[in-house]
């Protein structure tokens, strides 16, 4: 087998090996938890108007060829609240390899309650996945496998969500990639696209009120492939007179059962992350990440960063947080 001289395949060989996460290929993020619809179609107009955001991500900082992903979400609610549209575009890229995702998200949405929503969402849309083998270095330049400069594969995506939420609550459970299993990928080109596996996300969280200024959201999201570790963030976020998040997660692998396609002990420590999020005047959000590894790749990288930029459309004065919609 013809050797690769790129130095990002043996990295990413090793990190794949340390995290035993290589069957994880949904983009990554830390800041989800304050615009969901990245995960979840059935959050599309939870916030009850029509909301632009924008996000970008540098991951393992110092690794050449590490993540890097972007994503733009528009959406809103409409039919009196009833109905909540939106467009999530997702750009992820890790070395030679990248996957850019586009879906139309529509969520219908049920009172249940005086204070909540129950809402259960579709997303539908296409997957593009390109290979530029024009930044390999290998020792063949005749080497098939690395040949034909910039390739290119689309596929059609789909996936499907619930979202329930009251003024205290929430909790949602989505699932991605439903159309992974019945998707020729053999068709595509040769040494292009990894089979895509299913994901299921389930995340929940509660806010107390502490005092009328300092309010208190713990929150948890569990992300599942059933071919890799299972893995868990754990939230907890400060609310600063409705204007100020400040919080920090923990992110990990846990053994919730046996799989015989994980080798080795999959309770692994990935990272530690501090977030910040600031509601400022005329409907502008502004928030930013920063993950310290806390696994065996520690020393080696430089973090991750995170940067998300929101605004509020609908906004037509001083901006805080809509009241109920902490989440």
Not at 71 to 97: A, E, T, W
Not at 271 to 283: D, F, H, I, P, R
Request: aromatic content about 14%; charged content about 15%; glycine content about 10%.
């Amino acid at each position: 087998m013809t050797k690769i001289k790129k130095s990002a395949i043996i990295c990413f060989a090793l990190l794949a090996s340390a995290f035993y996460a290589a069957a994880q290929q949904d983009a990554q993020y830390s800041q989800y938890m304050f615009n969901s619809l990245v995960i979840n179609p059935a959050y599309a107009g939870y916030k009850e108007s029509l909301n632009l955001s924008a996000l970008h991500r540098t991951q393992w900082v110092g690794f050449e060829g590490a993540p890097k992903t972007q994503s733009i979400v528009l959406d809103g609610s409409f039919n009196n609240d009833k109905v909540g549209l939106g467009l999530s575009i997702v750009n992820d890229k890790i070395g030679l390899q990248g996957q850019t995702n586009a879906y139309f998200n529509y969520a219908y949405r049920l009172k249940v309650g005086q204070n909540s929503t129950l809402a259960l969402g579709l997303g539908v849309g296409i997957a593009q996945f390109t290979l530029n083998n024009s930044d390999a270095n290998f020792e063949d330049p005749s080497d098939p496998n690395f040949g034909g400069g910039r390739l290119s594969f689309i596929a059609p995506d789909a996936r499907t969500g619930v979202h329930f939420s009251s003024d205290k609550f929430y909790a949602g459970l989505s699932t991605t990639n439903l159309f992974s299993q019945v998707i020729d990928y053999s068709s595509a080109t040769k040494n292009l696209v990894v089979k895509q596996g299913r994901h299921i996300f389930l995340t929940a969280g509660y806010l107390f009120d502490i005092t009328d200024f300092l309010k208190f959201k713990p929150s948890f999201l569990i992300k599942e492939d059933t071919k890799g570790p299972t893995n868990l963030d754990i939230n907890n976020f400060f609310l600063l007179g409705e204007r100020v998040w400040i919080g920090a997660s923990y992110r990990t692998s846990v053994n919730i059962w046996k799989k015989n396609s994980v080798i080795g002990s999959v309770n692994s420590a990935n990272a530690a992350v501090g977030m910040l999020e600031v509601y400022a005047g005329k409907g502008f959000r502004l928030g930013y990440a920063y993950d310290y590894s806390v696994s065996s790749i520690r020393g080696f990288d430089n973090g991750s960063h995170e940067i998300s930029i929101g605004y509020n459309l609908s906004a037509r004065k001083d901006y805080r947080i809509l009241s109920p919609r902490y989440f």
